[in-house]
């Protein structure tokens, strides 16, 4: 097996970004296959369990108080409701039901009412995850106990670019949550968001971040911004299609093992563009018509997709899990 590296520098990554794009692609991919079963994607569903009025000010989310979308708010969703869903969720084929909560961080009684609804999810047969802010390695170890699968914290953007898009919480806090998820022994999911008005520096810087971790998250996300209205980035460049790709490539080969989430903004992209994703290494997304708070394509567009691809979504052995643990 390949070895993971840890080392990554900043030139080694613009050297990879900036290759003729078919060497890129083809590298890629060639490493996706070593590690993965390149038809295979891997499905997951998200559901917010408690929306809006959260007290972070992230430039993109439409569920910051600091923000103007138009967005409902919601309390903690009841037990019943989230069980129902996720019911629905593996009906439709999802083997992964993910929870999200517009919160700084938890407190402890929310953390309870979240353990509840991990477990009840679990014994439906469901892989969990849940994204709830800021964790300390106390509320970690009491997921973990809960039988908690994965955690979901993302980095969202380079170091150097991160000041311009949340001044409420650091970089190093997420570093520090993200040690304490690890520590607690949880699969951690960790990955950010392009199209900000970044540069490709801060898609290298991203990445080296995410590399260099001491181990590599199980699965990153790559979010394209979902622009919202009432936000401020909402009107921001576009991230060129081709550059989006790239980042999705140079993440497989700096993550060979890791499930790489093509994430939120599938419903802007075209079949073609998906497609160069799942061709050079993405190998998992959101399945189901709603992310949190914005939409995704319905199951039926995502069906005749995998159709056309030759795609399957059926859980597979944890193989290539096994691998990154032991890396
Ligand atoms: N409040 C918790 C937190 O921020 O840690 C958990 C929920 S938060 C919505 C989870 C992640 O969703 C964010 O870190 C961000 O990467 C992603 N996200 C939020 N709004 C987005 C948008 N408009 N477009 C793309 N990704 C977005
Ligand atoms: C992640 O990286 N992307 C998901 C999940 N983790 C929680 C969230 C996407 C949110 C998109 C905007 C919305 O629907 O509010
Ligand atoms: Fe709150 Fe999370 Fe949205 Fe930031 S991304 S405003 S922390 S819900």
Redesign the pocket.
Known sequence: MNSLRHDWTLSEITALFVQPFNDLLFQAHRLHREHFDPNHVQVST?L?IKTGACPEDCAY???SARNDADVERERLLPLDEVVAKAKTAKLNGATRF?M?AAWRNPTDRNLDKVIDMIEAVHALGLETCV?LGMLTRQQSIRLKQAGLDYY?H?LDTSPEYYGDIITTRTYQDRLDTLEHVRDAGINV?C?GILGMGEQQQDRVSLLQQLANLPKHPESV?I?ML?Q?EGTPLYGAEKLDALDFVRTIAVARILMPCSWV?L??GRSDMSDEMQALCFFAGANSI?YGD?????SNPDENQDRMLFDKLGINTEQQAAQDLGSIASA
């Open positions: 998200l917010s989310c439409s569920q993910c999200g994204t979901n993302n999911c990955g996300p979010n979902v919202v989430r994430s939120a959101f709603k992310l949190l708070t914005t």
